[in-house]
């Protein structure tokens, strides 16, 4: 069964906001810490900025409907841009999970990591039926070994009344989930 009535009342709430004149609300990704430990193959871990679709670049929050067409919600915008917020984001998550020194790209230190993680985001859009879609490839390019190159795609349920702090903490959940994914079948 599908939920019109959460998206009803989003939209219905930014509709409200953009009519009163009121600024744009800027929505930030909640922090948490994972409680998953994976080892890996790897004490250094070099992320490359993350590839985004065109909506999902943008710095308003989209969503898709029941009929399957993608729309900003009237004056809401995430906290920081998206690319940055998510490489940053995975990065703190593979960091947590592997106990590995993990950075975002330019690397940081005199050495060269000894893996490379690139990630090509496909679909990352919060879905009137009350879902969060996170879906694409990831790469790992050790400097030694095989290369690697995986599909994933994740649903995580948006909980809540589907407001923007619930599609911002479904968001955040997926990011934890692909980065549990990416420490046990990329980097082990």
């Not at 959460?6 to 409200?16: C, E, H, S, V, W």
């Not at 679709?53 to 943008?58: E, Q, V």
């Not at 995975?90 to 690397?107: D, K, N």
């Not at 407001?163 to 079948?185: K, P, S």
Request: hydrophobic share 50%; aromatic share 6%; net charge neutral.
């Amino acid at each position: 069964m599908l939920k019109s009535g959460p998206l009803a009342i989003l939209a219905a709430t930014t509709l409200l906001a953009a009519c009163g004149g009121t600024p744009d609300a800027r929505v930030a990704v909640p922090r948490a810490d994972v409680v998953q430990k994976q080892r890996i193959a790897y004490g250094t871990v070099a992320l490359r900025a993350v590839s985004l679709p065109t909506y999902a670049a943008a710095e308003d929050i989209y969503i898709a409907g029941l009929d399957g067409v993608i729309s900003p919600g009237a004056g809401l915008l995430w906290a920081d841009e998206p690319g940055r917020a998510i490489t940053l984001e995975l990065t703190r998550y593979l960091a947590q999970i592997t106990g590995a020194r993990v950075a975002s790209e330019p690397w940081p230190f005199l050495d060269r990591a000894q893996v490379e993680v690139e990630l090509r985001i496909e679909e990352m859009l919060a879905h009137a039926d009350g879902t969060f879609r996170l879906s694409g490839q990831y790469f790992v390019a050790p400097e030694s070994g095989r290369d690697r190159a995986n599909l994933f795609s994740l649903v995580t349920p948006i909980g809540g009344a589907f407001t923007a702090q619930d599609i911002a903490a479904a968001r955040g959940a997926a990011m934890r989930q692909l980065a549990g994914e990416i420490a046990a079948r990329g980097l082990r």
